[in-house]
């Protein structure tokens, strides 16, 4: 347990990117709890429409900014995942795993100044 956490410590003191995901996640998740109405129901057709388009645009956005197709097809292929889920899951449970999904599948894109401007803009706005 010990060689495990001073593991993540080293981690995190090595790649400032994950102490940044970190606190986004933190921040996201306070937001999704304070700001999302009807957790415990479904998606309508239309909240569900709104909500696959923004992700179809971030994922745009990262296939703009990636240069590694690899990690772009990764990246859309979670994308699409978190699409499905939208009729699969009440809204507060989808709004947690997929902040979560985002946020990993972000972590594994190179990680420059672009894809951080979208780490903070593009998972803020699904839930806008």
């Given at each position: 347990?010990n060689t495990w956490i001073s593991?993540?410590?080293?981690?995190?003191?090595?790649?400032?990117?994950?102490?940044?995901?970190?606190?986004?996640?933190?921040?996201?998740?306070?937001?999704?709890?304070?700001?999302?109405?009807?957790?415990?129901?479904?998606?309508?057709?239309?909240?569900a429409k709104i909500l696959k388009?923004?992700?179809?645009?971030?994922?745009?956005?990262?296939?703009?900014?990636?240069?590694?197709?690899?990690?772009?097809?990764e990246f859309q292929s979670t994308?699409?995942?978190?699409?499905?889920?939208?009729?699969?899951?009440?809204?507060?449970?989808?709004?947690?795993?997929?902040?979560?999904?985002?946020?990993?599948?972000?972590?594994?894109?190179?990680?420059?100044?672009?894809?951080?401007?979208?780490?903070?803009?593009?998972?803020?706005?699904?839930?806008?």
């Open positions: 347990m593991n993540l410590r080293e981690l995190s003191n090595t790649k400032p990117i994950y102490n940044y995901i970190n606190s986004v996640q933190e921040e996201l998740e306070k937001k999704i709890n304070e700001s999302i109405q009807d957790s415990e129901n479904y998606f309508t057709e239309e909240e388009d923004k992700i179809e645009r971030l994922s745009k956005k990262v296939s703009e900014v990636e240069e590694e197709q690899e990690k772009i097809k994308m699409q995942s978190i699409i499905s889920d939208l009729q699969n899951y009440k809204k507060g449970f989808w709004y947690k795993v997929s902040s979560s999904k985002i946020l990993k599948a972000f972590m594994k894109l190179s990680q420059n100044q672009q894809v951080q401007e979208l780490v903070e803009t593009g998972v803020q706005k699904l839930i806008e």
